[in-house]
């Protein structure tokens, strides 16, 4: 399935205007509050009556403003999560779950359908119980289910994350990556979390003042993000647990990492997502340091910020590409240029499995 969005909107003096192509997996849609990612979705879910444009899920044409076009919500067979849950209190988790799936006209395997996405979100202990007897992750993962048991087409999810603490958030990861490998169907994201469009997504789309300035593939879009965390994507794999330290060992092109311990088997690929500012260079290998993670490296590029005080140097190691920001007093002091070795001290990761 595939999900085509060409569309122009206004909303008093904001202008939206967006086109690119979702396909399965999942789409984030980044940018800073009021860049009209809502609204974008809004549109998608047929919420919202675009202006002008046209949209398309595999190959049925919801939205064309040029024929007349507009396909009301309820038949868009589209799935929404917003960033409650939105659970009917006075029923159980099954009967919010059945909710959903009454929306699926055709009922084609319905009895399964339901047993797959319980399995497939972990809910099946919680199906007798009433919403205030769940945590925010809990709530969040039913609404999800209800969602996918209208056999959606398109799965939107409008920042489900942002009302939920570190711990609930992270209960709640590793259900929505098993969505994105498993539903078959595309999802579009909203967040404006850096480390959890690292995580999850496989395309980002970058949207500021109404426009798309960035469409592709998470490892080359995120590090264009421009919000204090620009940074750098490496995929890798779990080679070994350093159970003495806690640790675990990453194996990546770049060279190895070391992070604290991951629940994750070795052979397990992750995504660790390293914000430049976290990375300092050195002309020398260090030595008798705290950071444990050293990669060397060769300076293909120095961009300076728009400050000026500051400026990205870009470093490939063994052909992984690293970002360090550094003070522009720094790179002057380290002569660094285009060429030449410098070895990166990374004091912090963000590991995520992918």
Known sequence: MSLEIEIAHRRGAFQLDARFTAVPGLTALFGRSGSGKTTLVDIVGGLLEPDRGRIVVDGHVLVDTAQGLFVPKHRRRIGYVFQDSRLFPHLSVRRNLLYGRWFNRAGDGAATDLSSVVDLLGIGHLLERRPVSLSGGER???????????????????????????????????????????????????????????????????????????????????????????????????????????????????????????????????????????????????????????????????????????????????????????????????????????????KSVSFERS
């Open 140 to 346: 969040q993962r039913v609404a999800i289910g209800r969602a996918l048991l209208a056999q959606p087409r398109v799965l939107l999810m409008d920042e489900p994350l942002a009302s939920l603490d570190e711990a609930r958030r992270a209960e709640i990861l590793p259900f929505i990556e098993r969505l994105r490998d498993e539903a078959g169907v595309p999802i579009l994201y909203v967040s404006h979390s850096v480390a959890e469009v690292a995580r999850l997504a496989t395309t980002v789309v970058i949207l500021a003042e109404g426009g798309v300035t960035a469409v592709g593939p998470v490892a080359d879009i995120l590090p264009l993000t421009d919000s204090g965390d620009g940074g750098s994507v490496l995929d890798a794999v779990v080679g070994r647990h350093d159970e003495t330290f806690h640790l675990t060992v990453l194996a990546s092109a770049a060279g190895e990492l070391q992070v604290p311990r991951l629940a994750a088997a070795p052979g397990t690929t992750v995504r660790a997502y390293i914000r430049a500012r976290d990375v300092m260079l050195s002309l020398r290998p260090p030595e008798d340091i705290s950071a444990l993670n050293v990669l060397a490296g060769r300076v293909v590029g120095l961009a300076p910020t728009a400050s000026g005080a500051q400026v990205d140097i870009r470093v490939d190691c063994s052909g992984a590409a690293l970002t360090a920001r550094v003070t522009a007093k720094s790179a002057h002091r380290l002569a660094l240029a285009a060429g030449q070795p410098v070895y990166a001290v990374i």
